[in-house]
């Protein structure tokens, strides 16, 4: 276990790096300081060679009901002066930095999202590569009912998992979704049973952990050039990392494995 402070819990299952959010009482609600230690752990787990796969959860019924509503409006109150545009849009953007993170280290990412995931939460999720959703939980935008129009990315998650016209229905109407619906529409990649979620969610993470970690991140590299570029730049992007890719030791063990008739035993080298 590395303690990281009781707002976020940070343990290690090989080469899983688990990182919970842990303020049930509040629905595992973002406060600066919560938001800021995710942010650090996320940047850790993506530069640790030790670490496979990073796991985003949280404790209790929800997985995060978003930004600490509550705790900003007292925190605006009491400034001792008022900001400008410009250093509140600051403040947000370098909030932004953990989904970016999320999104782009070299390393699968994935939400196992064992309860209500709502605004800055939802956004949270949908920037990891992979998302497991309880049968139970709910998903919800959540930014049209306190007035505000949507930050750590969530617009660019919902334009490219759901497409532009449910992206500014989910975004307008606010409307919350369960998990079978949030699994048609392409927001979760599986839903499990409530009351088998953490062992059968967890169970993916690892396998995730310990899998081919350079192949991983050159998947991640195709897909990301693949949303905008043309067939030839896709063609010749995964053309150079099959070539790195050959190079590992990784690909010598499947190939090993593949004769001996076994499971291999990846590295991530």
Same mark, same amino acid.
Request: charged residues 25%.
């Given at each position: 276990?590395?303690?990281?402070?009781e707002?976020?819990?940070?343990?290690?299952?090989?080469?899983?790096?688990?990182?919970?959010?842990?303020r049930?009482?509040?629905?595992?609600?973002?406060?600066?300081?919560?938001h800021?230690?995710?942010?650090?752990?996320?940047v850790?787990?993506?530069?640790?060679?030790?670490?496979?796969a990073?796991?985003?959860?949280?404790?209790?019924?929800?997985?995060?009901?978003?930004?600490?509503?509550?705790?900003?409006?007292?925190?605006?109150?009491?400034?001792?002066?008022?900001?400008?545009?410009?250093?509140?849009?600051?403040?947000?953007?370098?909030?932004g930095?953990?989904?970016?993170?999320?999104?782009?280290?070299?390393?699968?990412?994935?939400?196992?999202?064992?309860?209500?995931?709502?605004?800055?939460?939802?956004?949270?999720?949908?920037?990891?590569?992979?998302?497991?959703?309880?049968?139970?939980?709910?998903?919800?935008?959540? #930014?049209?009912?306190?007035?505000?129009?949507?930050?750590?990315?969530?617009?660019y998650f919902?334009?490219?998992?759901?497409g532009?016209?449910?992206?500014?229905?989910?975004?307008?109407?606010?409307?919350?979704l369960?998990?079978?619906?949030?699994?048609?529409?392409?927001?979760?990649n599986?839903?499990i049973?409530?009351?088998?979620?953490?062992?059968?969610?967890? %169970?993916?993470a690892?396998?995730?952990?310990?899998g081919?970690?350079?192949?991983?991140?050159?998947m991640?590299?195709?897909?990301?050039t693949?949303?905008?570029?043309?067939?030839?730049q896709v063609?010749?992007r %995964?053309? #150079?990392?099959?070539?790195?890719?050959?190079?590992?030791?990784?690909?010598? %063990?499947?190939?090993?494995?593949?004769? %001996?008739?076994?499971?291999?035993?990846?590295?991530?080298?």
């Open positions: 276990m590395i303690d990281s402070g707002q976020l819990l940070i343990r290690n299952e090989g080469r899983l790096r688990i990182l919970t959010l842990n049930p009482r509040r629905m595992n609600a973002l406060t600066p300081e919560l800021h230690r995710l942010q650090d752990a996320v850790a787990a993506a530069s640790d060679p030790n670490v496979g990073v796991a985003l959860t949280g404790t209790g019924n929800a997985f995060c009901s978003g930004g600490d509503v509550r705790k900003s409006t007292n925190d605006a109150a009491s400034a001792a002066r008022p900001e400008t545009i410009e250093e509140r849009a600051d403040a947000v953007m370098a909030h930095r953990t989904s970016l993170t999320l999104h782009r280290m070299g390393k699968p990412t994935i939400a196992l999202v064992n309860g209500a995931a709502a605004g800055s939460g939802m956004a949270l999720a949908l920037a990891c590569d992979l998302r497991v959703m309880s049968s139970s939980a709910v998903m919800r935008t959540a #930014y049209a009912r306190i007035g505000l129009s949507g930050d750590l990315g969530l617009s919902l334009h490219r998992l759901a532009p016209a449910k992206a500014a229905e989910l975004l307008f109407l606010n409307e919350k369960d998990a079978g619906q949030c699994e048609q529409i392409g927001l979760v599986r839903v049973d409530a009351e088998t979620f953490a062992g059968n969610a967890l %169970e993916i690892r396998a995730l952990a310990h081919p970690t350079v192949a991983f991140r050159c991640k590299q195709n897909l990301d693949a949303a905008s570029a043309s067939l030839e063609i010749e %995964e053309a #150079y990392n099959t070539a790195r890719c050959v190079r590992t030791k990784d690909v010598k %063990e499947a190939s090993l494995a593949f004769r %001996e008739k076994r499971e291999p035993d990846f590295k991530g080298h």
